[in-house]
């Protein structure tokens, strides 16, 4: 399968711990984005990347949220000191730089701040 | 400020009818519009995309309208089936590469 993929798939953590995920986009994307979503809502936009270089990040993206893509591969995003509010699906998302319109999704993360 | 409505009710129709949702957004001048789809735990799914300057695009059993004068979008599934029951989420690009999705609406084809 050369889809994009996401790990871990569910995490579970308590409030105050910090938490990674990792994102693998189709590996001739050169572009990845992160979304977060919340039970009955789209997705939001969180980050995207060209390559190595972070482009956008939304004001949603608190300082507490900080995303990666070091050799313009997989991606992770960290969040530190969580908080029950940051319980959601992270979904990882990647797109080739022509054609850039259409983005692929991952099957995302889920996790559970207690 | 920028907002994109979907029907916020699930979508009940009988296996071989027509399902139609709706998509209606303020404050935006896209440049296209895309449909998703999208399975409980499972990420979105690309179905179709449709440009400014285009009023309807088909695929197989799926047909997309763009009305930018109505900033409306509808979608349309033909002879539907159980298995085409998920949620149908509407997104909007209007610049930039980041999607503005809307809270989804949930479609289920009953037999």
């Known amino acids: 399968d050369t889809g994009v993929s996401q790990d871990p798939r569910h995490k579970i953590t308590k409030r105050g711990q910090n938490v990674t995920f990792r994102c693998d986009p189709i590996s001739e994307h050169n572009r990845l984005y992160w979304y977060r979503q919340t039970l009955g809502q789209g997705p939001e936009f969180l980050t995207y990347?060209?390559?190595?270089?972070?482009?956008?990040k939304s004001r949603l993206l608190s300082d507490r949220f900080s995303a990666e893509r070091p050799k313009g591969s997989f991606s992770t995003l960290e969040i530190q000191r969580t908080e029950q509010g940051d319980s959601a699906m992270y979904l990882c998302a990647s797109s080739p730089l022509t054609g850039a319109e259409t983005q692929y999704f991952g099957p995302g993360t889920r996790l559970l701040v207690l | 400020s920028q907002k994109i409505e979907q029907n916020s009710e699930a979508l009940n129709i009988q296996e071989g009818k027509t399902a139609t949702l709706t998509c209606n957004y303020t404050n935006y001048s896209p440049a296209y519009l895309q449909w998703y789809r999208q399975d409980p735990g499972r990420g979105p799914v690309f179905l179709l995309l449709i440009r400014e300057n285009e009023k309807e695009k088909r695929k197989e059993r799926l047909k997309v309208t763009f009305d930018t004068t109505l900033k409306q979008s509808l979608f349309h599934i033909t002879a539907s089936q159980p298995a085409d029951s998920a949620t149908y989420l509407c997104?909007?690009?209007?610049?930039?590469?980041?999607?503005?999705f809307g809270t989804g609406t949930q479609l289920k084809v009953e037999l």
């Open positions: 997104a909007l690009t209007g610049g930039g590469n980041k999607l503005t």
């Open positions: 990347f060209q390559n190595e270089a972070q482009l956008e």
